[in-house]
């Protein structure tokens, strides 16, 4: 299918083409058609599958069909909810980018930054607004915004709206539009939640859905090195100096450890900023303007901090901590083998972490060859404990003094387990919780 094929206007293919598509993504060639239907839509798509360019073309089309008489005042036509400031920011890029050979106005719309230039853009008029709901809920109870003339919503990584406690903001938000409007949900997963979301906004929806990238995707090449718990910073900062990484973004489960990290690997020499939820949005877009431009080599990043981040060619994703939810990972690893370009993931494992580590190799179908670097062997009483038999940890493989002796698999690296042991039945981990269960007993921290 090519992107001629899509019923789209000369200017939004030219911009396409600017970009260098040659083709619509799955979830593009999908989801398009019934968007320019005028119908709902439930849309199953992470970062990565093309999902933005999903929605913000077919949304501009339908924009672009009504003719603007150029002496009325703009009005929100079109409204973007997403979870994240960096997210609101990068979907208010592709709106300008796929939108550059057509005349609307745009306002991202953010918190931790002064609310004025926000009034001001809104003041003079905007046909569609990129938001984050709590910002947004400031300007409307301010009476600084007016969005009875939306046409379009679009709730971007619904799922993690709700993960973040947004649903009660999501529905005052909601309670002040037009009640007919098309809306369009995108979520990477179906829960209870998101169920109860979409049968209270979304008339007869179309649904679409495409695979989760990791799953199929052969560009992201997945390892797991284990190290103590201890020495994970050590090791990553040796990694990163021996294999000379320009651009590697990593992340942690808590904002301390991101600080501790970042400041770790500035004291020996490689260049590294922290992004999460404590600091100043100044910092944050600063960091990622740094990270971008390439004049910082490592971004350290929690997960709310990097969620739907996409940073051209990135090749390297670096789990200094396992994510204790299993869907993390797949958000995280998709960061990297975006858009064609091959990318490598690796995940820094230490006991503690094993049971998530099962979690994931759970939920994606796979199973990782355990790798161990010289130098930064895990503790032999460790790899001894029990629990660790059967459960991926081959004892074969390792010499009296508790060493794998695993197949060499590049320089300094040594491969464990060889893929046996391989446990693929549902089993629910060391603790006997389910993933959901764990899901839901562990609130994060960002
Ligand atoms: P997204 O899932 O929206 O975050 O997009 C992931 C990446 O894919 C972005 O860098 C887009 O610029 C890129 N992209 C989107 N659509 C296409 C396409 N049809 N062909 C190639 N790259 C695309």
Same mark, same amino acid.
């Given at each position: 299918m090519l992107f001629t094929d899509l019923k789209l206007s000369e200017p939004i293919l030219k911009a396409i083409s600017d970009q260098g598509y040659t083709?619509?993504?799955?979830? #593009?060639? #999908?989801?398009?058609?019934?968007?320019? =239907?005028?119908?709902?839509?439930?849309?199953?798509?992470?970062?990565?599958?093309?999902?933005?360019?999903?929605?913000?073309?077919?949304?501009?089309?339908?924009? $672009?069909?009504?003719t603007h008489n150029i002496k009325a005042p703009r009005q929100v036509r079109a409204l973007i909810l997403t979870p994240t400031r960096e997210l609101a920011a990068q979907v208010g890029e592709s709106v300008k980018l796929y939108g550059k050979y057509l005349k609307f106005k745009s306002a991202i719309i953010?918190?931790?930054?002064? !609310?004025?230039?926000?009034?001001?853009?809104?003041?003079?008029?905007?046909?569609?607004?990129?938001?984050?709901?709590?910002?947004? @809920?400031?300007? !409307? $109870? #301010?009476?600084?915004?007016?969005?009875?003339?939306?046409?379009?919503?679009?709730?971007? =990584?619904?799922?993690? !709206?709700?993960?973040?406690?947004?649903?009660?903001?999501?529905?005052?938000v909601i309670s002040v539009l037009p009640q007919k409007r098309q809306n369009l949900l995108f979520s990477a997963t179906y829960s209870d939640d998101i169920k109860g979301l979409c049968e209270s906004i979304l008339r007869n929806p179309a649904i679409v859905e495409v695979a989760?990238?990791?799953?199929?995707?052969?560009?992201?090449?997945?390892?797991?090195?284990?190290?103590?718990?201890?020495?994970?910073?050590?090791?990553?900062?040796? @990694?990163?100096?021996?294999?000379n990484w320009k651009q590697v973004l990593v992340f942690t489960r808590t904002k301390h450890q991101a600080n501790k990290l970042s400041d770790y690997l500035q004291k020996i020499g490689v260049s590294a900023t922290a992004i999460h939820g404590n600091k100043s949005q100044a910092a944050r877009t600063k960091a990622l303007a740094d990270f971008k431009?390439? $004049?910082?080599?490592?971004?350290?990043?929690?997960?709310?901090?990097?969620?739907?981040?996409?940073?051209? #060619?990135?090749?390297?994703?670096?789990?200094?901590?396992?994510?204790?939810?299993a869907e993390d990972y797949v958000h995280r690893i998709g960061r990297t083998g975006r858009a064609g370009n091959e990318g490598e993931a %690796?995940?820094?494992?230490?006991?503690?972490?094993?049971?998530?580590?099962? $979690?994931?190799?759970?939920?994606?179908?796979?199973?990782?060859?355990?790798?161990?670097?010289?130098?930064? =062997?895990?503790?032999?009483?460790? %790899?001894?404990?029990?629990?660790l038999q059967g459960r991926g940890l081959s004892q074969g493989n390792h010499s009296p003094s508790g060493k794998p002796q695993g197949q060499k698999r590049e320089r300094g690296t040594r491969q464990q387990d060889g893929g046996r042991n391989h446990?693929?039945?549902?089993?629910?981990?060391?603790?006997?919780?389910?993933?959901?269960?764990?899901?839901?007993?562990?609130?994060?921290?960002?």
């Amino acid at each position: 299918m090519l992107f001629t094929d899509l019923k789209l206007s000369e200017p939004i293919l030219k911009a396409i083409s600017d970009q260098g598509y040659t083709a619509p993504s799955p979830v #593009q060639a #999908q989801a398009i058609p019934y968007i320019l =239907e005028g119908r709902d839509m439930l849309a199953g798509a992470q970062t990565g599958t093309g999902k933005t360019a999903g929605f913000t073309l077919p949304m501009l089309e339908i924009l $672009s069909r009504k003719t603007h008489n150029i002496k009325a005042p703009r009005q929100v036509r079109a409204l973007i909810l997403t979870p994240t400031r960096e997210l609101a920011a990068q979907v208010g890029e592709s709106v300008k980018l796929y939108g550059k050979y057509l005349k609307f106005k745009s306002a991202i719309i953010f918190g931790g930054v002064g !609310m004025q230039p926000q009034v001001a853009a809104l003041r003079q008029g905007v046909d569609i607004v990129i938001a984050t709901p709590g910002r947004l @809920l400031d300007h !409307m $109870s #301010q009476g600084t915004i007016d969005l009875r003339h939306v046409e379009i919503l679009i709730l971007d =990584e619904a799922d993690r !709206m709700l993960d973040m406690g947004f649903i009660k903001d999501i529905r005052r938000v909601i309670s002040v539009l037009p009640q007919k409007r098309q809306n369009l949900l995108f979520s990477a997963t179906y829960s209870d939640d998101i169920k109860g979301l979409c049968e209270s906004i979304l008339r007869n929806p179309a649904i679409v859905e495409v695979a989760r990238r990791n799953t199929s995707s052969e560009l992201v090449t997945q390892r797991v090195i284990l190290v103590d718990c201890a020495r994970k910073s050590a090791l990553f900062g040796h @990694l990163a100096v021996e294999k000379n990484w320009k651009q590697v973004l990593v992340f942690t489960r808590t904002k301390h450890q991101a600080n501790k990290l970042s400041d770790y690997l500035q004291k020996i020499g490689v260049s590294a900023t922290a992004i999460h939820g404590n600091k100043s949005q100044a910092a944050r877009t600063k960091a990622l303007a740094d990270f971008k431009a390439g $004049s910082v080599r490592i971004l350290v990043a929690t997960d709310i901090a990097a969620r739907g981040l996409d940073i051209d #060619q990135l090749p390297h994703v670096v789990n200094l901590e396992l994510p204790n939810i299993a869907e993390d990972y797949v958000h995280r690893i998709g960061r990297t083998g975006r858009a064609g370009n091959e990318g490598e993931a %690796i995940s820094l494992v230490c006991v503690d972490e094993y049971d998530y580590l099962k $979690s994931i190799e759970r939920l994606i179908g796979k199973k990782f060859d355990r790798e161990i670097v010289a130098g930064f =062997e895990p503790d032999p009483a460790i %790899i001894a404990m029990p629990i660790l038999q059967g459960r991926g940890l081959s004892q074969g493989n390792h010499s009296p003094s508790g060493k794998p002796q695993g197949q060499k698999r590049e320089r300094g690296t040594r491969q464990q387990d060889g893929g046996r042991n391989h446990n693929t039945k549902g089993d629910t981990g060391r603790n006997g919780r389910s993933n959901k269960q764990r899901k839901e007993g562990n609130r994060k921290s960002y």
